[in-house]
């Protein structure tokens, strides 16, 4: 079993920026794609970030492309999630993800682990 514990949420400026970070338990991370999402109120959970097992490839969701970073160092079996020139719109609770396969995906169904979730709140 893989357990996911993120860090770093709060609150920020709109142009402000913040890192996300997530630890996993496990001797298997390198094997593991990784994700983020984010879920703001009264909406579904939406597909951010994600990366591949070696951090060689990685890929984001429109809005966040140019903004947010997504990286991992796999000596720490951490994923980050870099976020700059920070939005309103993008408050919600931000969940880190894994998924048993180097390879990513954007659909949150065909992730296997979840983080508790961390607060990002931008405001104007």
């Known amino acids: 079993q893989v357990q996911l514990v993120e860090s770093g949420g709060g609150l920020v400026q709109a142009g402000g920026s913040l890192r996300l970070s997530c630890t996993a338990s496990?001797?298997?991370?390198?094997?593991?794609?990784m994700g983020w999402f984010r879920q703001a109120p009264g909406k579904e959970r939406d597909f951010v970030a994600t990366?591949?097992?070696?951090?060689?490839?990685?890929y984001y969701e429109d809005s966040v492309k140019g903004r947010f970073t997504i990286s991992r160092d796999n000596a720490k079996n951490t994923v980050y999630l870099q976020m700059n020139s920070l939005k309103p719109e993008d408050t919600a609770v931000y969940y880190c993800?894994?998924?048993?396969?180097?390879?990513?995906?954007?659909?949150?169904?065909?992730?296997?682990?979840w983080g508790q979730g961390t607060q990002v709140t931008v405001s104007s």
């Open positions: 990366i591949t097992g070696s951090g060689s490839s990685t």
């Open positions: 496990g001797r298997t991370f390198t094997s593991y794609a």
């Open positions: 993800a894994g998924r048993q396969s180097w390879l990513m995906r954007v659909s949150s169904n065909d992730y296997n682990y």
